[in-house]
């Protein structure tokens, strides 16, 4: 008589979230302990480095101006700890530099470094050289083009249930509305999750996870402070998360249907199984839907927020975009995408990009160090003239296709560049147009007030939350 072997064991989720919190807490700086010489740098204030990382944090819009006009093309900000520096280019032909840059010696995930507790090992934006290719590799067939085709139809699905339950003449923050939209569209397009219950208790717990405080982030290097108030809390957030996602990830491996689910996660379960027989085990999956929800979720919900802000104030930019959303073929989508470039050239969502240095390079003809971070600003480059005449005009025929406007090379950059560009900048752009057709095939939009950007985590936000009002269409 036989019996049956025992099923593996698995490892429990809690165990698995403590190791990771571990592991990458008190190495969240990104630098190596070696101190990074600073002679020969570009000019920079001369400030403490916690009052210049705690400015660059708080008041960036401003700082990168600022710096850029009293320094010049490229300047250096010296960060906690130890003063290393951080330094940040504006010309087009620096920009393309850094994102040519072997990526050997250019290396992004330790930029990223901060994020490491949250994210994990394994996110695509803390991995360099073979570790990121290997990635890179998996997760591409989840974003190619006929993976986003097979998407756009479920993201019109989630966004018009959304914007369908808007009142007539309702006013409202329309952040608000676009993270809940954006916030539902990761959680049934990229996580797959459809049972309701399942849903209720993952929407306070990614809530949490996105809205965890720059001080919460700076924490991490002192691993001591998780038994303690705000670090705690996340500590136990990311515990329930986890358990979530895990209990998803594995119901979802014994699904049988995965070849006819149309969401993200399914298409990377299925990745390794027809070619080399790599694949994603439950932590990597894991590592990488959290980047993809801290990577797109407040993101995109930021840049839809400031377009429909910014179409809400022009009668004739509303027109136009209400014609593109009702055409719904080729040119009203390179109009409606071209709102959404036209709102993050405008309103950066992230201020830079960064790499770290393993090794000396000479960058714009200025010869820099080992251990130095460096990064074209985002921020100087979408507001300057030179890149763009009349930079503080929202006007989305800059990106339409064939027109002698489109911006050039490197200076349009909210997706980064080179290798390491956002691997979900199609999805980005794909679900953008649509939440866009929803509600301007609907509403007629109409701006309330004005507003500005503040800081809100690694990203940037309206202060106001972009009030709008909108109306039904008659």
């Given at each position: 008589?036989?019996t049956e072997?025992?099923?593996p064991?698995l490892?429990?989720?809690?165990?698995?979230?403590?190791?990771r919190?571990?592991?990458?807490?008190?190495?969240?700086?990104?630098?190596?302990?070696?101190?990074?010489?600073?002679?020969g740098?570009?000019?920079?204030?001369?400030?403490?480095p916690l009052?210049?990382?705690?400015?660059l944090l708080?008041?960036?819009?401003?700082?990168h101006t600022?710096?850029h006009r009293?320094?010049?093309?490229?300047f250096?900000?010296?960060m906690?700890?130890?003063g290393?520096p951080?330094?940040?280019?504006?010309?087009?032909?620096?920009?393309?530099?850094?994102?040519?840059?072997?990526?050997?010696?250019?290396?992004?995930g330790?930029g990223?470094?901060?994020?490491?507790?949250?994210?994990?090992?394994?996110s695509?934006l803390?991995?360099?050289s073979?570790?990121?290719?290997?990635a890179?590799?998996l997760?591409m067939?989840a974003?190619?083009?006929?993976?986003?085709?097979?998407?756009?139809?479920?993201?019109?699905?989630?966004?018009?249930?959304?914007?369908?339950g808007?009142?007539d003449?309702?006013e409202?923050?329309?952040?608000e509305r676009?993270?809940?939209?954006?916030?539902?569209?990761?959680?049934?397009?990229?996580?797959?999750?459809?049972?309701?219950e399942?849903?209720a208790?993952?929407?306070?717990?990614?809530?949490?996870?996105?809205?965890v405080?720059?001080?919460?982030?700076?924490?991490?290097?002192?691993?001591?402070l998780?038994?303690?108030?705000?670090?705690?809390?996340t500590?136990d957030?990311?515990?329930?998360?986890?358990?979530l996602?895990?209990a998803?990830?594995?119901?979802?491996?014994?699904?049988?249907?995965?070849?006819?689910?149309?969401?993200?996660l399914?298409?990377?379960?299925?990745?390794?199984?027809?070619?080399d027989g790599?694949?994603l085990d439950?932590t990597?999956?894991?590592?990488?839907?959290?980047t993809?929800?801290l990577?797109?979720?407040?993101?995109?919900?930021?840049?839809?927020?400031?377009?429909?802000h910014?179409?809400?104030?022009?009668?004739?930019?509303?027109?136009?975009?209400?014609?593109?959303?009702d055409?719904?073929?080729?040119?009203?989508?390179a109009?409606?995408e071209a709102?959404?470039?036209?709102?993050?050239?405008?309103?950066p969502?992230?201020?830079?990009?960064v790499r770290t240095?393993?090794?000396?390079?000479?960058i714009g003809?200025?010869?820099l160090?080992?251990?130095?971070?460096?990064?074209?600003?985002?921020?100087?480059?979408h507001?300057?003239?030179?890149?763009?005449p009349?930079p503080?005009?929202?006007?989305?025929?800059?990106?339409?296709?064939g027109?002698?406007?489109?911006?050039?090379?490197?200076?349009?950059?909210?997706?980064?560049?080179?290798?390491r560009?956002c691997?979900?900048a199609?999805?980005?752009?794909m679900?953008?147009?649509e939440?866009?057709r929803?509600?301007?095939?609907?509403?007629?939009?109409?701006?309330v007030?004005?507003?500005?950007?503040?800081?809100r985590n690694?990203?940037?936000?309206?202060?106001?939350?972009?009030?709008?009002?909108?109306?039904?269409?008659?």
């Amino acid at each position: 008589m036989t019996t049956e072997a025992p099923a593996p064991q698995l490892p429990d989720t809690a165990d698995l979230t403590a190791a990771r919190l571990r592991r990458m807490s008190g190495s969240t700086t990104g630098g190596g302990s070696r101190p990074v010489p600073t002679d020969g740098l570009p000019p920079g204030p001369t400030w403490p480095p916690l009052v210049q990382t705690a400015v660059l944090l708080r008041f960036r819009h401003r700082f990168h101006t600022y710096l850029h006009r009293r320094y010049g093309d490229a300047f250096t900000i010296r960060m906690v700890p130890g003063g290393r520096p951080l330094v940040l280019f504006t010309r087009p032909e620096d920009t393309r530099e850094i994102f040519a840059g072997d990526p050997e010696v250019f290396h992004a995930g330790k930029g990223n470094a901060i994020l490491g507790p949250i994210m994990g090992e394994h996110s695509l934006l803390l991995q360099d050289s073979r570790e990121h290719h290997r990635a890179r590799k998996l997760l591409m067939p989840a974003f190619n083009g006929q993976a986003l085709r097979g998407y756009r139809g479920l993201v019109a699905e989630v966004a018009g249930a959304a914007v369908g339950g808007w009142r007539d003449g309702e006013e409202f923050r329309a952040l608000e509305r676009m993270n809940a939209l954006t916030l539902e569209v990761i959680l049934r397009v990229v996580f797959g999750v459809s049972d309701e219950e399942r849903l209720a208790q993952l929407r306070p717990r990614v809530t949490a996870t996105v809205e965890v405080p720059p001080v919460v982030l700076l924490g991490w290097a002192y691993p001591q402070l998780q038994r303690f108030g705000p670090w705690r809390r996340t500590v136990d957030n990311q515990m329930e998360l986890d358990r979530l996602m895990y209990a998803e990830i594995r119901d979802r491996r014994r699904a049988t249907d995965l070849g006819s689910r149309a969401d993200v996660l399914s298409r990377l379960l299925l990745t390794g199984r027809d070619d080399d027989g790599d694949s994603l085990d439950d932590t990597e999956l894991r590592d990488q839907l959290v980047t993809l929800l801290l990577a797109g979720h407040e993101t995109t919900a930021s840049a839809l927020s400031w377009a429909l802000h910014e179409v809400g104030r022009s009668p004739d930019l509303l027109a136009r975009t209400q014609q593109a959303a009702d055409a719904e073929d080729a040119a009203g989508d390179a109009w409606l995408e071209a709102v959404l470039k036209e709102s993050m050239r405008l309103h950066p969502v992230i201020p830079m990009v960064v790499r770290t240095l393993q090794q000396p390079v000479t960058i714009g003809g200025r010869d820099l160090p080992a251990g130095a971070t460096v990064g074209p600003s985002i921020l100087v480059s979408h507001e300057s003239e030179s890149n763009f005449p009349d930079p503080e005009v929202f006007r989305p025929e800059r990106f339409l296709p064939g027109v002698g406007e489109q911006p050039a090379p490197n200076t349009w950059i909210p997706f980064g560049g080179g290798v390491r560009r956002c691997i979900g900048a199609g999805f980005s752009l794909m679900e953008g147009t649509e939440v866009l057709r929803e509600v301007f095939r609907r509403y007629d939009v109409r701006a309330v007030g004005s507003d500005v950007p503040k800081v809100r985590n690694i990203t940037s936000v309206p202060r106001r939350g972009a009030r709008v009002r909108v109306t039904a269409r008659r």
